[in-house]
């Protein structure tokens, strides 16, 4: 239901654009939000956003280079990645909650796509 995608091989300082696109239901009154993991590391928070307010958080490794953004139309949810550092090699995965905060926390997200390898080299 949920379907991410965009990740890739980049150099530091590039940008990439993931995309995560919600299918079998609708999640208009969701918050989502993406995550990252590197193996042997745990889940960290990267961003979400409230879908029907579009009011956004982020975690402070990547405030003010990445903008997470949804298209209604689309049902659609993107992270805009910017300023890439070799630290944002990871794993990448988009995730829904039903819940009425905006939640950073990966335990309270109810669904969850397949992840994305972002890698970035110096």
């Known amino acids: 239901q949920l379907q991410a995608s965009g990740g890739g091989l980049v150099q530091a300082g590039d940008s990439l654009r993931l995309s995560c696109a919600a299918s079998?239901?609708?999640?208009?009154?969701?918050?989502m939000g993406w995550f990252r993991q590197v193996p042997g590391k745990e889940r960290q928070f990267v961003a979400a956003i409230r879908w029907t307010t579009g009011r956004t958080v982020y975690a402070d490794s990547v405030k003010g280079r990445f903008t997470i953004s949804r298209d209604n139309a689309k049902n659609t949810v993107y992270l805009q990645m910017n300023s890439l550092k070799p630290e944002d090699t990871a794993v990448y995965y988009c995730?829904?909650?039903?819940?009425?905060?905006?939640?950073?926390?990966?335990?309270?997200?109810?669904?969850w796509g397949q992840g994305t390898l972002v890698t970035v080299s110096s």
């Open positions: 079998g239901r609708t999640f208009s009154n969701y918050n």
């Open positions: 995730a829904a909650s039903t819940s009425t905060l905006l939640v950073v926390v990966g335990n309270q997200y109810d669904y």
